[in-house]
């Protein structure tokens, strides 16, 4: 158990529908992240937030929108997926810094969300 | 542009025979470099940090080192407990947070 859950832990959705992943730590970190890994690809992230402030948006399509109400509620809200966005979803929290920017603290993972879009 | 490889893609032993996991980077000024073990099914779970050439960090069968170019992560006598995928990581002076991961090497260790 590390501290970081994320649910659904699998989801299937069409390419019309709009479904949310939910990410919640329970370690008192102030930094929370969203990273996309596909298959035989490396770890993509893709948005960072630091006091629940948005810090890092890694050129990511509009469909997918983050939403962070505070330091330990991190979600990602899909809509009109494309097939290739099928990969796990995994959130992760660190300690974070207030006034510098997230540090190189290490970070810790939740299990991901496995995405499927037809 | 900061970049980071791994090899082998991935690698078969026997339980008890030693090897290294290499990963070589690029990166404008060097903040950190991260080992990360991932079983399946499941996120990364952090291992070790190193921050300069020359430094070395052990946990149990397991010893990260690290170069101005490369780190390895030796594995001695590993048990089948040890299969998993490894993941390097970067973090360099101009991507704050933002770490780059290399693929990975998946292990597999036989009994």
Redesign the interface.
Known sequence: E?G?TQTPRHLVMGMTNKKSLKCEQHLGHN?MYWYKQSA??????MF?Y?FKEQ??N?SVPSRFSPECPNSSHLFLHLHTLQPEDSALY???SSQGGRGQ????E???????TQLSVL | EDQ?TQSPEALRLQEGESSSLNCSYTVSGL??L?WYRQDP??????LF?LYSAGEEKEKERLKATLTKKESFLHITAPKPEDSATY?C?V?GSSN?????????TTLQVKP
């Open positions: 590390t970081v930094a035989k690809k490396p770890l993509e992230l960072v630091n810090t890092e890694n995994l959130c992760a920017g997230v540090t190189n290490k970070l810790f993972f939740g299990s991901g | 980071v903040r950190g991260f099914g499941k996120g990364p779970e952090f940090t993941l990581a973090l704050t947070g933002k770490l780059i991961f290399g693929q990975g």
